[in-house]
């Protein structure tokens, strides 16, 4: 019989304790099998969130609010220079105007209806706002609703239907035009094409113009089927606004290098631009997933550790109470390494069962205990999570300034626009599994745990000395 | 043959220096049993402990067939207990959680016996002492003091080890017992022409011994 097998037998010549020693063994390696998948889950989960959550950054001029705030419009000169950054694969530019129905021959497909009238009429400029046309006269008011025109260089972009509720524009009619067009070309919302009888080959006057329709898109809203698209370059000259552009979406060639990106697109832009990635706003929203990792860490950290003492113990007291047995097999010719691999083995038998016990119970609470983490984190943040999003629409603009159009300030990414709320929601789902690298991850706690158990059990066989067996007769 | 001689040990404590082995020489011939007696206290266990290479002793020489072990390194001592010398405690000493046939077997993993040949020397060794196969298989906790004993017995001889060493084999046993021990002991040491060393305060345990050796304050004599 080896030691080895012999080590295996020792560990359960008292049944009951050792049943104890595997039992609380096995609770606490559960525990940290369970941070380790939770840690994993969630890790997972954010690397998910910040894949998904896209690699463009938004430009804006300073103080621009959609067409409430103010600020200096930026230039294409400086978009160019953007697109020099390194990393950066493309700048989306964009030029917006709000037309009257002095300036234009469409009339808006929305009806002010009674939200229309109540903040409409009721700020300097009221619902009309930016180019629209107000007037208050008492307890009634009318005006019309101005139609947008979106001068861009990327359509099919989501640069209207994104910004309003709604998706990438789809092409229903027609065809687009070029990036690089100066054509006095339009692509025309449905419900606006609809309102207008508009169809492709049909024009239509702006800017005193006249602007063919090639293409009708939906998108997917009501706010944003009621806009035109056109070149960039066609609404910078209509409109007299050579070289100016109202916002940008910064293209980054990848995730990682989005938060680097940001920070050079500010360097050039400096005070003039306000400049957010989607990745900042993020990482605010993931703050309680990487307090949840991070709580699972140190859980799991004190959990072998925990584990190690326990073993360690346990052994201690083992090799206490064998002392004298030590000191026989010293005297009839057992060396230290075998005396050693003994207390190793029975050592390496509690971790073994205790790992085993472990990670039956560890996979099977993993799930409730990662969700009751995310839970609690994500619940105890809540509050805060909804403030940025109401603040972010600016619900006293909407009803003092008159906005009516709430445009955010990129002026793209459908994801600023109730995608917070959807976003934050799943952030709660997490799912907690096991997989191989569980297995690897229970391995290498038992591992850690067996070793720090065995340490002190190893230094004290190796100083029992066998004369102490003839002292002790 | 062991031959011992100027063997000195001695031990610091807080009342002073104590002497617990002082300038002892003899020699044990082979197959011949020896006791050695003496009060508590007088050495008797610290002789035995050096003699059993478990202590190092602080001057002197210990020699068995003419080979010198005062200078073994603590490897030497180890392989020299597994192969040249045979325990007998007075409180057997068993391995609890294995069957008298495991303890046995024990010594010989320990001797680097052949692994093949082991049970059979175990049952050869138990079979010796007056074990039953059915007995061989019992663990310490079912045998009595003496069917103990003389497990521990064959496992002294199991590796045909040259020297014996008993400390107060027969401690543990009433007197009918003890005396088929001692007999034991004597029968084994000449079957298998090793020296026994017995230390004892029994008077009728010295008297089966070949001679006779007292010890007082770490000094031994020869009595007979």
Redesign the interface.
């Known amino acids: 019989m080896s030691a080895l097998v012999r080590g295996v037998k020792n560990a359960f010549r008292n049944m009951v304790r050792s049943v104890g020693i595997i039992v609380i063994l096995g609770l606490v390696i559960a525990l940290a099998i369970s941070m380790a998948i939770a840690r994993s889950a969630v890790d997972q989960k954010i690397n998910d969130v910040r894949a998904s959550t896209g690699n463009t950054i938004s430009v804006s001029p300073a103080g621009f609010f959609g067409f409430q705030g103010g600020g200096t419009p930026l230039t294409t000169a400086e978009m160019q220079k953007l697109a020099q950054i390194p990393n950066v694969t493309s700048v989306r530019q964009s030029l917006q105007e709000r037309l009257s129905t002095s300036d234009t021959s469409l009339k808006s497909s929305i009806t002010p209806g009674s939200l229309g009238q109540q903040f409409g009429g009721g700020g300097n400029g009221g619902f009309g706002g930016f180019g629209g046309q107000s007037s208050s006269s008492g307890s009634t008011q009318t005006f019309t609703i101005p139609v947008t025109f979106t001068g861009t260089n990327a359509p099919g972009y989501a640069l209207v239907g994104g910004a309003n509720g709604g998706g990438t524009e789809k092409l229903t009619q027609g065809s687009t035009f070029a990036p690089t067009s100066s054509d006095d070309v339009a692509v025309v919302g449905k419900n606006l094409a609809s309102a207008n009888r508009l169809s492709v080959g049909s024009t239509f006057t702006a800017w005193g113009a006249t602007i063919k329709v090639i293409g009708i898109y939906d998108a997917g809203s009501t706010f944003a089927d009621d806009g035109v698209l056109m070149p960039l370059s066609t609404v910078q000259t209509l409109a007299n606004a050579s070289g100016q552009v109202t916002s940008a979406t910064v293209v980054v060639n990848s995730v990682d290098n989005v938060a680097t990106v940001t920070n050079q697109v500010k360097a050039e832009l400096g005070s003039k631009a306000d400049v957010t990635s989607t990745q900042q706003i993020v990482e605010n929203q993931l703050a309680p997933l990487n307090s949840v990792k991070t709580i699972s860490t140190y859980t799991l950290i004190g959990s072998v550790i925990a584990a190690g003492l326990i073993l360690l113990l346990s052994m201690l007291m083992i090799v206490r109470e064998r002392r004298r047995e030590i000191g026989v097999l010293k005297a009839i010719g057992a060396p230290n390494k075998t005396v050693v691999g003994q207390f190793v083995s029975e050592s390496l038998t509690f971790t073994v069962l205790g790992s085993i016990l472990g990670l039956i119970v560890g996979i099977v609470l993993s799930n409730p205990i990662t969700n009751a983490l995310v839970s609690s984190n994500t619940n105890s943040t809540s509050t805060g999570f909804a403030g940025p999003g109401g603040g972010f629409v600016r619900p006293g603009g909407f009803s003092g300034g008159g906005g009516g159009n709430f445009m955010p300030p990129s002026g793209g990414g459908g994801f600023r626009f109730g995608g917070f709320h959807s976003f934050s929601n799943t952030l709660t789902q997490v799912h907690a599994a096991a997989s191989w690298s569980t297995l690897l991850v229970a391995f290498v706690i038992a591992i850690v745990i067996a070793v720090i158990g065995s340490t002190v059990a190893v230094a004290n066989v190796v100083r029992v000395r066998p004369a102490e067996v003839l002292r002790s007769e | 043959m062991l031959t011992v001689e100027n063997l000195e040990k001695s031990f610091t404590t807080p009342a002073g220096d104590v002497h617990a082995v002082d300038d002892v020489s003899f020699v044990a011939n082979t197959g011949e049993m020896v006791a050695i007696v003496g009060p508590s206290g007088s050495g008797k ?1 610290t002789l ?2 050096l003699l ?1 290479l ?2 190092a002793p602080d001057s002197g020489s210990i020699e068995i067939d003419g080979r010198e072990l005062g200078n073994l390194s603590s ?1 030497e001592r ?2 020299f ?3 040249d ?1 045979g ?1 007998v ?3 057997f ?1 068993l ?4 069957t008298a046939q ?1 303890n046995v ?3 010989l ?3 680097d016996w052949p692994k093949d040949e082991r049970a059979d020397r175990a049952e050869e060794m138990l079979e010796m002492v007056g074990f039953t196969p059915e007995m061989a298989k019992r663990r310490p906790s079912r045998l009595s003091g003496g069917e103990q004993q003389r497990v521990a017995i064959a ?1 002294a001889f199991a590796t045909q080890p040259p020297l014996i060493l008993a ?2 084999p027969t ?1 543990s046993l009433d007197k009918k017992t003890g005396q088929k021990i001692v007999q034991l002991l004597r029968a084994a040491a000449s079957a298998q022409n090793a020296t026994v060393l017995v230390v004892t305060h029994d008077d009728r345990v010295a008297e089966q011994a070949d001679r006779r050796f007292e010890i007082e304050d770490g000094k031994l004599s020869e009595v007979g």
Do not use: C
């Open positions: 266990s035995l402990s059993g478990l202590d490897s180890t392989k207990r597994a192969h010398v325990f405690f007075q409180g000493n391995i609890p959680n294995l495991e077997e024990l010594v993993e320990f001797a496992r400390d107060e401690g």
